[in-house]
């Protein structure tokens, strides 16, 4: 069990409760969230190691929650995955444009998704992913700490 | 004397050739090419009595009537024929240059025009055509025609009263001849001097190349000359010895025995002329006058013309008798004069003065007094009358007077009445025969039928001009003088000269009136050119008639459209608007005005009290003392009458009548033009509504492109108002985003592509750029409208706000990608949780298990609504959706379709009931699927913290039940509210969210179906609040549901 983390945004709870199982079942530590906003925060705080996404969602969709992703230097280049019911060719590669790494439509095989997941996280160089977390985390730290100061 | 002799005689040619263009005409004919935007027109004119013709015309070659050009020509071959055309009916030709002769037809070189063909007439005679090409025109509508064919008719009353006012110019001449024949007679010259000036004046005022006096010898045998003019003088000195036997002069003889004038057109072949003489002095044409004194004749004026024939006009005929009968005085008073020194001196003194007086250009009532105050003095009477007699009914109205008192001029009118009264030569009176053409009355005081004791002596002689008695000029004497033969002969010799004088001034008065009345009409017809307003042009008619005629009342009676009632005018004179728009008068109460319209024969009642032809109703209702109706017509259609009513005594005259027809003729030619006009303005005001008032926008274009119509469609499509629309460039008004963007004209509205391919473009669709940039979605059609008079086209844009259209194309679109989305979500969760389950190298737990199969309930039963809503939209689209009704118990089955959808909802749906009674008729299933579409939406719309929170209630009231289902979700923003029970629509909030923007739409129709109304509440921010009622029974439909007593009875069990 290599217990990295996953963050799966849908706003169905059906959905997450499958692919959390899914996922759960391979080991991966799974959290789920049912908004984009409460998605964004998660991943701020959660740091994972993996998202996935879905696209149709009130309030924040997948679309605004890619671009807030990329835009924060605690998530940017974190693999994405498209968790989606829109099939258009158009939409995925949109999804691939904004920096998506995978596009999977629902409805979708449990066993692709997790061997989706598994090729994302082993590709992604694990000394680099290593390295960034450090970098994260230490950034992450030095917020704390200032924030600690200040509150003291 | 002085005066005669440095004022010179002027003469004037009594009848000028047409040579000249009256004053005025080429602006009417210009103003008619302009009007009826002609191109060409042709006026041909009979010319002077004696036969011949003249035509002008005038071209223009631009509308603008820049280059006009005019041309005269003496004749033309068909003139004729063209002025024998019936006058006052225009005729539409297709080929006017055909029809109206070689000049036209050679301006137009032989291009075949249009036009309209006319006879022009005046006060019933016709005096010429006029004919009005209209190039490039070929209208099709009749109405056009009859428009330009009012509008010839029109402008040919114009012409004729110029051409009128031209003819009478030529009397005005002539009555300034009588005023020189006058001035010669009343001078104190030698008889011979005064014979050699009239046989001058007489060559002179008739074109004659040779005039001359002859008298009878004493004998009656010969003729001996008197005075010649272009005579060689050897050949007066053979004359004046009398070698003229009367008995060799045939031509003389006649004229003699006559006492009428004798024209020879052709001495040539006239067998009565001496074809010596003839031959000798190379006569052509002659005119013998004869000098008559009372019955006797007692020698002639003769007139020669050489070099070319001539044919005599009336005006010189008439000179010519004025000449003879003054020569007649003259030698008359010459003889006079020899027989008493003493009375030829006082007549010369009374010449004297009224000669000086004439000089002045005294007026008609300024003569006659003149007359009177020298008549007396030179007679020394007491009083002096002047009688006029009208020419038309012989009626004699004491016009001047003179005397020592009012009761002395009473006295002596009472006394001239009487002796009228008893016949022309009564008893007590001597007749005198002598004297120039005159009758002489004298009476006798104390004679034995004097008709009282002691009334004075009367002396009354003939006012008399070329033997038509004029009038009479009395004189009362002094009681006890008596008056002798000298004295008659006296005052009829004064009568003599002074009736020359009244006779001009009576001619002059009445062409001074007549050309007043010609320029009124002539500014009248110029009015109604332009088209003015019709009442007001009525009103000016009748005003102008008031004034004219010098009548107190004048009303226009209109014809009403059923054409039974004749209706006053509300613009009258002497009659307020209300009792002139009260006249409204059937055949049986005004047979008089009928009459007059039926016949076109005016009517004259001098004494309407007593006339039985008259509805006294309306005469007494008046006071109507005399009446004077003459016909509107217009060709042979009737319009109205006019009525005037009072004029002073003596009343309505012939001529008045004449005149008012012409007013009349006028006012018809109005009421015609103004019916037209109402019709065609009637017609563009129609367009005009459905123009402005279509739902489409419509702008029109010239063929320049400007914009020259623009409705308020279109104004709320561009953005632009109508004012300031007019008169732009099209494609620089409406633009489209491209021709904004890129300057590219070509992508702008191809309204001029269509001017220029002459094509019209069926239908296409664009966005048109607002002038605040709002984009709009149109669907335009272009029509190219060639114009049938000109090379003017025009372009029509046709547009329609297609946005709504679009958006319901954009909806449906959007609803195709939805309902795949809608159906794919609960099929990828079911398709989800069984393959996970079914994963081989997965063990589940058994609440996993179970978690998962409620999972995939749920998600089927979404399927299942979808589904469901889809096939409702599709049988409310088809027509089919109907409400199957029962009796149904609404406790078991809401609380069936919150159970169900308790768990999405995280068991925060709160079921609330209220009222009693829950029993209705309605389709139980349609009723689940309009909650659960509503409940759905509260769970679908909770909000990012999820606050679910809905509570449902239903309230059973009296006449119906109603569901409130209230949620603390996002809710729906004001501007969208009125707009969620559409189909397809869904809100820019719930764009990312699942839907197919089917549910309330259904929702709607549902509760409509079932009479029951649906709608959003109040402001229960945060959240939505929907209602709908569900009434208890429906009212309208013969679908019954099962008895009351049945439901009692359910409702019972239920409680």
């Keep these: ?152 | 004397m002085g005066t005669t002799e440095e004022t010179g005689i002027y003469l004037a040619d009594p009848s000028p050739p047409l040579d000249t263009a009256p004053e005025g005409l080429r602006e009417l004919l210009e103003q008619t090419l302009i009007v009826a935007g002609a191109s060409a027109i042709q006026l041909t004119l009979r010319g002077p009595a004696s036969g011949g013709f003249g035509y002008m015309h005038a071209v223009v070659a631009s509308p603008d009537g820049e280059a006009v050009r005019y041309s005269t020509e003496p004749s033309y071959p068909g003139a004729e024929a063209a002025t024998e055309l019936a006058p006052g009916s225009p005729i539409w030709t297709d080929d006017v240059a055909s029809v109206a002769g070689q000049p036209l037809a050679g301006l137009l070189k032989g291009q075949s025009i249009a036009g309209v063909e006319l006879g022009l007439e005046f006060e019933a005679r016709s005096i010429g055509a006029l004919h009005i090409g209209f190039e490039g025109r070929n209208p099709r509508r009749t109405k056009t025609i009859k428009f330009l064919c009012a509008l010839a008719r029109q402008t040919s009353i114009g012409i004729a009263s110029l051409v009128e006012t031209q003819a009478l110019k030529g009397r005005v001449e002539q009555s300034r001849a009588l005023a020189d024949i006058a001035r010669i007679s009343t001078s104190t010259l030698q008889l011979d001097e005064m014979l050699d000036r009239l046989v001058a004046a007489a060559a002179r005022l008739t074109h004659a190349d040779r005039a001359s006096i002859w008298l009878l010898s004493p004998d009656g045998e010969r003729l001996l000359a008197s005075a010649m003019f272009g005579v060689d003088e050897k050949f007066l000195s053979a004359w004046k010895e009398g070698d003229q036997l009367l008995t060799d002069q045939q031509l003389s003889r006649e004229a003699l025995e006559s006492g009428t004038p004798v024209v020879v057109l052709d001495a040539g072949s006239d067998p009565r002329t001496d074809k010596a003489a003839v031959e000798f002095f190379g006569d052509k044409s002659i005119l013998i006058v004869p000098l008559t004194l009372g019955l006797r004749a007692i020698g002639t004026l003769y007139l020669n013309h050489i070099e070319k024939p001539h044919s005599y006009t009336a005006a010189e005929i008439q000179v010519a008798l004025a000449i003879a009968s003054q020569a007649t005085s003259a030698i008359e008073n010459a003889r006079l004069y020899t027989e008493s020194e003493e009375q030829r001196e006082r007549l010369r003194a009374s010449f004297r003065r009224l000669g000086d007086a004439l000089g002045s250009g005294p007026t008609l009532d300024e003569t006659l007094q003149l007359v009177v105050n020298i008549a007396r003095e030179m007679m020394d009477a007491r009083a002096c009358v002047l009688e006029l007699e009208d020419q038309v009914d012989g009626r004699s109205t004491v016009r001047a007077s003179a005397g020592e008192g009012p009761s002395s001029v009473d006295d002596l009118i009472r006394l001239v009445d009487q002796a009228t009264a008893n016949g022309p030569a009564p008893a007590g009176l001597s007749t005198l025969e002598s004297g120039a053409s005159l009758e002489g009355r004298r009476k006798r005081n104390g004679s034995p039928d004097s008709l009282e004791e002691r009334s004075p002596p009367l002396l009354s002689v003939a006012l008399s001009v070329d033997d038509h008695r004029i009038g009479s000029l009395s004189v009362a004497g002094r009681t006890g003088a008596e008056f002798s033969d000298e004295d008659t002969e006296l005052l009829a010799g004064f009568a003599g000269g002074a009736a020359v004088a009244i006779q001009r001034s009576t001619l002059e008065a009445e062409v001074k009136a007549r050309l007043h009345h010609l320029s009124g009409l002539y500014s009248l017809s110029q009015a109604i050119s332009s088209l003015g307003d019709f009442n007001e042009t009525l009103a000016h008619i009748v005003d102008q008639i008031a004034t004219v005629l010098d009548v107190e009342r004048c009303v226009i009676l209109l014809l009403d459209d059923t054409g039974t009632k004749l209706v006053g005018h509300s613009h009258a004179v002497g009659l307020e608007p209300e009792q002139a728009a009260l006249m409204t008068l059937s055949r049986e109460e005004a047979t008089a005005s009928w009459d007059v319209l039926d016949t076109g024969e005016p009517f004259v009642a001098n004494d309407s009290m007593a006339d039985e032809r008259l509805n006294l109703r309306y005469v007494d209702a008046f006071g109507d003392e005399n009446l004077l109706i003459v016909p509107m017509r217009v060709g042979e259609s009737p319009v109205g009458v006019i009525r005037a009513s009072n004029k002073p005594p003596p009343g309505f005259s012939e001529s008045d009548a004449r005149l008012m027809n012409i007013f009349a003729t006028q006012a018809a030619v109005i009421v015609q033009n103004a019916t037209l006009f109402r019709e065609v303005m009637r017609e563009a005001r129609q367009l005009e509504a459905i123009i402005s008032e279509a739902s489409d926008g419509i702008a029109v274009v010239d063929s320049r492109g400007q914009i020259i119509a623009f409705n308020a469609a279109m104004e709320s499509l561009t953005g632009w108002p109508r004012a300031e629309a007019i008169g732009r460039d099209c494609e620089e008004l409406i633009q489209t985003p491209a021709s904004r963007a890129g300057d590219d004209a070509g992508a702008a509205l191809p309204l001029k592509t269509v001017l220029e391919t002459k094509q019209s473009i069926p239908y296409s669709e664009t966005v048109l750029l607002s002038r605040d940039g709002n984009r709009v979605d149109v669907g335009v059609s272009y029509s190219y409208v060639p114009s049938p008079w000109d090379e003017s086209p025009l372009a029509v844009a046709i547009v329609r706000d297609i946005s709504a259209l679009k958006e319901v194309e954009g909806m449906k679109s959007d609803f195709v990608s939805l309902v795949s989305h809608e159906l794919r979500t609960p099929l990828a969760l079911i398709k989800g949780y069984i393959a996970t389950l079914l994963r081989p190298d997965m063990e589940l737990d058994p609440d996993t298990r179970h978690r998962f199969q409620i999972g995939i309930n749920g998600a089927a039963d979404r399927l299942g609504l979808i589904v469901h809503n889809l096939l409702s939209t599709s049988r409310i689209e088809s027509g089919l959706f109907r409400p199957h009704r029962k009796e149904i118990e609404l406790v078991p089955l809401v609380e069936r379709v919150v159970s169900e959808l308790q768990e999405s909802a995280h068991g925060q749906l709160e079921l609330l009931w209220r009222g009693e009674g829950f029993r209705v008729v309605a389709d139980g299933e349609q009723i689940s699927l309009v909650l659960g579409n509503l409940i759905g939406n509260s769970i679908k719309y909770a909000g990012p913290n999820q606050e679910m929170s809905i509570r449902i209630t239903v309230d059973g009231r009296k006449d119906d039940i109603k569901f409130t289902i209230r949620d603390r979700g996002i809710g729906i923003p004001k501007d969208l509210r009125g707009r969620i029970f559409e189909k397809f629509y869904r809100g820019p909030e719930s764009q990312s969210a699942p839907g197919t923007g089917l549910g309330l739409y259904i929702c709607r129709k549902v509760i409509e179906a079932h009479g029951g109304m649906i709608e959003l509440e109040g402001d229960s921010e945060p959240g939505t609040q929907i209602s709908f009622v569900l009434p208890r029974r429906l009212s309208q439909t013969g679908e019954r549901p099962e008895l009351d007593t049945g439901a009692e009875k359910d409702r019972g069990a239920q409680e």
């Design chain 1, 1 to 152: 069990m290599s217990g990295e983390k996953i963050l799966v945004i849908d706003d169905e709870v059906g959905m997450l409760d499958i692919v959390a199982t899914n996922l759960q079942a391979e080991g991966y530590t799974v959290v789920t969230s049912t908004s984009g906003q409460s998605g964004l925060e998660l991943a701020g705080s959660e740091l994972p190691d993996l998202i996935i996404l879905d696209i149709m969602m009130p309030e924040i969709d997948g679309w605004e929650v890619l671009r807030r992703l990329e835009k924060k230097p605690v998530t940017a280049g974190l693999p994405v995955i498209m968790l989606t019911a829109k099939v258009d060719d158009t939409d995925v590669l949109a999804g691939l444009e904004r920096g998506a790494v995978e596009y999977i439509t629902k409805p979708f095989f449990p066993e692709n998704l997790v061997a989706t997941v598994k090729i994302n996280l082993s590709a992604f160089d694990k000394s680099l992913r290593d390295e960034h977390r450090a970098s994260l985390i230490e950034r992450r730290r030095t917020i704390l700490d200032q924030r600690q100061k200040r509150g003291e």
